[in-house]
């Protein structure tokens, strides 16, 4: 089974600039997250689609971040202006979401660098 | 917002030695996870924990759900180099569809 596939793996730009990350999640897995892991820290949520639909965005800064799943596969993330506190590592996940007792599986991340 | 409390922050220890880390909550959760994350890379599932008290072994890795449902750790017997990463545990308030929260994560460094 193929993981969660996440692209690019790296990416460096200078701030007030934008960016957007790519996720295909597992297969047939209806939930997908977005995370945001700053260095030294574990995740932390960003956002949470089930389906095409949104279920948490609550701690989205929507001012600068935007996120799509809008045929409910592949998602994208968005970043516009970036600013320098936005350098982390950005991982999404996905899950069954069937309500089964299937955990969430992670890509590698993109790891993004504001200079 | 929930908050996971996990130590130790990192560990050195010797090939071949045990390891315990732990994990603690103000709130109650009904799962617990464990992942390893190596460098350039995302987490990886070691052990998902879904019953309080329950006992889940992977191999040399063991996890326990507590009894309170507010903790749980995790111990991996006879270290060895590739065991090196960081550990982090996760907690989720119901099983299946909702966001995990994370600990800091415990840095492991194993001497040879």
């Known amino acids: 089974e193929a993981g969660v596939a996440q692209s690019p793996r790296y990416k460096i730009i200078e701030k007030r600039q934008s960016v957007a990350f790519w996720c295909n999640p597992i297969s047939g897995h209806a939930t997908l997250y977005w995370y945001q892991q700053i260095l030294g820290q574990g995740p932390k949520l960003l956002i949470q689609?089930?389906?095409?639909?949104?279920?948490?965005d609550s701690q989205l800064p929507k001012d600068r971040f935007s996120a799509e799943r809008l045929k409910g596969v592949d998602s994208t993330l968005k970043i516009q202006p970036a600013k320098l506190e936005d350098s982390a590592v950005y991982l999404c996940?996905?899950?069954?979401?069937?309500?089964?007792?299937?955990?969430?599986?992670f890509g590698d991340g993109t790891r993004l660098s504001i200079l | 917002g929930q908050q996971l409390n996990q130590s130790p922050q990192s560990m050195f220890i010797q090939e071949g030695e045990d390891v315990s880390m732990n994990c603690t909550s103000s709130?109650?959760?009904?799962?617990w996870l464990w992942y390893k994350q190596d460098p350039g890379e995302g987490p990886v599932l070691l052990i998902a924990?879904?019953?309080?008290?329950e006992l889940t072994s992977n191999g040399r890795l063991t996890a326990q759900f507590g009894i309170t449902r507010k903790d749980s750790f995790l111990n991996i017997s006879a270290s060895i180099p590739s065991d090196v990463g960081i550990y982090f545990c996760?907690?989720?308030?119901?099983?299946?569809?909702?966001?995990?929260?994370f600990g800091k994560g415990t840095r492991l460094s194993v001497i040879a």
């Open positions: 924990l879904y019953k309080a008290g």
């Open positions: 689609f089930q389906n095409n639909g949104v279920v948490d």
């Open positions: 996760a907690g989720q308030p119901d099983s299946g569809n909702t966001p995990l929260v």
């Open positions: 709130s109650i959760f009904n799962t």
């Open positions: 996940a996905s899950s069954p979401g069937d309500g089964s007792h299937q955990p969430q599986h």
